[in-house]
């Protein structure tokens, strides 16, 4: 059974804080994906990953960070949290296969932020 | 400029009674349409791709159709326990690395 875990469910920082979300999959996945979801905007990506150590800026990259050491990990990093950075966090992996046939995205639980 | 649009943003049905959810999209050079479920609190759960248009997929009350300018997810005699908000989302031709753009969303609610 396919598995995208992350972290934490819930969260509560105070502004300033530095804050490491993780997420793990079991799939031998190459892309991953990190997405903020808030109510009448939908899901907005963030930061993405198709290879270790590679990174490309989604929609909203500003305010966050990312890391990838690990095939199975992807890290986002809030440098300094803010009050507008509450909000549902969600990981999501996907496979490629073939030459540019990206195939559906999995995705976690969700963590839940509050930045207080 | 590359868009998904979903619609009603949301839909109140009795129990059996049969609708469709509406996606419309605007993207260059499609490479696929996903439908996901999410229930509240939780992670989108993967339904179906649709690749070209013509193509349907069904699973249990659902089938998704595909047309070049939208999709279409069909539920027939639909169950409280299909409650769920519907996302589609887009995976445009110029995309890289599986950049794709999601809908907003139809909440869905079935009344016993």
């Known amino acids: 059974d396919v598995k995208v875990t992350q972290s934490s469910r819930y969260l509560v920082k105070r502004t300033g804080e530095k804050v490491f979300l993780e997420c793990v999959q079991d799939m031998d996945h190459e892309n991953m994906f990190w997405y903020r979801q808030d109510p009448g905007l939908g899901l907005r990506l963030i930061y993405f990953s198709y290879d270790v150590k590679m990174k490309e800026k989604g929609d909203i990259p500003e305010g966050y960070s990312v890391s990838r050491e690990k095939k199975e990990r992807f890290s986002l990093i809030l440098e300094s949290a803010s009050t507008n950075q509450t909000s549902m966090y969600l990981c999501?992996?996907?496979?490629?296969?073939?030459?540019?046939?990206?195939?559906?995205?999995?995705f976690g639980p969700g963590t839940r932020l509050t930045v207080l | 400029e590359d868009q998904v649009t979903q619609s009603p943003e949301a839909l109140r049905l009795q129990e059996g009674e049969s609708s469709s959810l509406n996606c419309s999209y605007t993207?260059?050079?499609?490479?696929?349409l996903f439908w996901y479920r999410q229930d509240p609190g939780k992670g989108p759960e993967f339904l179906f791709t649709?690749?070209?248009a013509g193509e349907e997929k069904e699973k249990e009350r659902l089938k998704a159709t595909l047309t070049k300018k939208e999709s279409f997810l069909h539920i027939t005699a639909p169950k409280p326990e299909d409650s769920a908000t519907y996302l589609c989302?887009?995976?445009?031709?110029?995309?890289?690395?599986?950049?794709?753009?999601f809908g907003s969303g139809t909440r869905l609610s079935i009344r016993p």
């Open positions: 649709l690749y070209s």
């Open positions: 999501a992996s996907s496979s490629t296969s073939g030459i540019d046939h990206y195939n559906e995205q999995f």
């Open positions: 989302a887009a995976h445009p031709g110029y995309s890289s690395a599986s950049k794709i753009i």
């Open positions: 993207v260059s050079g499609l490479r696929g």
